[in-house]
């Protein structure tokens, strides 16, 4: 094999490597460590070591059962050193992997707002919501969501559009097939509340589930590089390229974790950095001298701008808040300008 198709077959399982680790089901986690073992003699060291330790870091048994034999192996390991490309090229392509979740989840949404806005429109004319040709097309769109969209439970206090449509579309012939008129009335009240709910609400938790994937990526993107250029080549003299506040707080979290008798495993500095952190490194002195071979220094400036404009919406993932239509919109195009800047 040519070593321009072996480095693009490895580019290719870098990059499904890193969209399965952005999911949260264990199958796709199983997956990845099979990928892991499977490839692991040819991915680059730097790419194997992240998400080995990544996968060692969750309990569940049928992951630590897929590990054991690349564990078994791993001390004979030779992996190729990663270069600076392959770290983009990687990324890149689980940037536009979650790029295309967020549009198809995006599309969805709007989808759930017109079509209940047309049933909610039907109740009022007084009929009783049945025509198929309604909903029929969001129908068709929310079967064709990825399995860790579709999946995801949307059991909550707070109101899921799309899953309350699809509640609300599965109940509605009953009401043709009811002569109980005032069973039939009550079940119309609960639906037409149901509907107002929705056109009432510009959060949705499948937003969450998307927008997690691409700031994972995007952030792991962004330490695998501060790591390789800032990092490495000058870890006895980090106090004259890192923030002395990021420096000290990333220490603090290393040592606090280390020292807890829970915690499983020993990272590296940089996984202690927090998302704002990453902004105060890339700005800090000629600190984006590093990265002039991807962005220009004004290309640089816009980056870690958003970075910091995306810090609320992280914080509201994190702690498992809906996000809106409008916030999930501004990280979907951040992302995009990220991309497409990395890949021009």
């Known amino acids: 094999m040519d070593p321009d198709t072996r480095d693009s077959q490895v580019q290719t399982i870098m990059a499904t490597i890193s969209s399965l680790m952005a999911s949260r089901r264990i199958e796709d986690k199983i997956r990845s460590a099979s990928l892991l073992s499977q490839y692991s003699k040819v991915l680059p060291s730097q790419f194997l070591d992240r998400i080995l330790e990544d996968l060692k870091k969750d309990t569940h048994y049928e992951i630590q059962e897929a590990l054991e034999p690349l564990l ?169 390229k890192i923030p002395s506040d990021v420096l000290e707080g990333m220490k603090k979290r290393k040592d606090i974790e280390e020292n807890n008798p829970i915690s499983i495993g020993k990272y590296e500095l940089i996984e202690y950095c927090d998302f704002t952190d990453l902004k105060k490194i890339l700005e800090k002195g000629r600190n984006h001298e590093f990265f002039s071979d991807i962005f220009s220094f004004e290309e640089i400036k816009t980056v870690y701008s958003k970075l910091g404009e995306l810090d609320p919406i992280r914080k509201k993932i994190a702690h498992s808040r809906p996000m809106t239509r409008k916030e999930f919109e501004r990280l979907r195009l951040y992302a995009t300008d990220i991309l497409d800047k990395i890949n021009k």
């Open 72 to 240: 078994k192996v791993e001390e004979e390991i030779s992996p190729v050193p990663i270069s600076n490309k392959e770290i983009i090229t990687g990324y890149s392509g689980s940037l536009e992997n979650a790029l295309k979740k967020a549009l198809e989840i995006t599309n969805i949404f709007d989808l759930s707002q017109v079509t209940a806005k047309a049933i909610r429109q039907q109740l009022i004319d007084g009929k009783n919501g049945s025509e198929n040709a309604l909903y029929s097309d969001f129908i068709h769109q929310k079967s064709k969501m990825t399995p860790d969209l579709a999946l995801f439970p949307q059991i909550s206090l707070k109101v899921s559009p799309i899953g309350a449509l699809a509640e609300v579309i599965r109940i509605i012939p009953e009401l043709s097939k009811k002569s109980a008129t005032g069973k039939v009335n009550a079940d119309r009240k609960i639906i037409e509340t149901k509907l107002d709910e929705i056109l009432e609400t510009e959060q949705e938790i499948s937003f969450n589930i998307a927008g997690y994937e691409l700031l994972y990526t995007l952030e792991r993107m962004m330490r695998d590089l501060i790591q390789q250029r800032i990092i490495t080549p000058h870890v006895n003299n980090l106090q004259t």
